[in-house]
């Protein structure tokens, strides 16, 4: 499985099938899951925990600390794409349609090499 090769309707099947075997869809409610989305990107946050912006960089983190981010996010992706079983969404269409809000709230030529919305201090997706 590579990303050149492997398309979210794939990924959604696979996750589906999982579930399904362990026939775990009985605890995989909305909350439930949103509430574990939680959980393992604060278990993510954790390898970023108490090093500086620098460290965080690619090139400074170990192979072995790559691996182990990687894990966590993939345990956020996982979950995710329970949640979006679950409730049944497109997440290409979701993805899409979030993505041209964002683009007219953050225009390039007054957020390029700048973060925030002008009136506070919040950071861009």
Known sequence: ????????????????????EREWNQFHAP???????A???AELMEHFQWISVQASRRDQLSTESVQAIGEEIADVFCYLLA?????????SETFAAKFEKTRKKYPVEKFRGRFGRGDSDSAPP
């Not at 499985?1 to 399904?20: C, G, H, K, W, Y």
């Open 83 to 91: 949640l979006v079983n679950e409730l049944d969404l497109d997440l």
């Open 1 to 20: 499985m590579s990303d050149e090769q492997t398309t979210i309707a794939q990924l959604r099947a696979t996750m589906a099938q999982f579930v399904a």
């Open 39 to 41: 959980i393992e990107t």
């Open 31 to 37: 909350k439930n899951l949103a509430i574990s989305i």
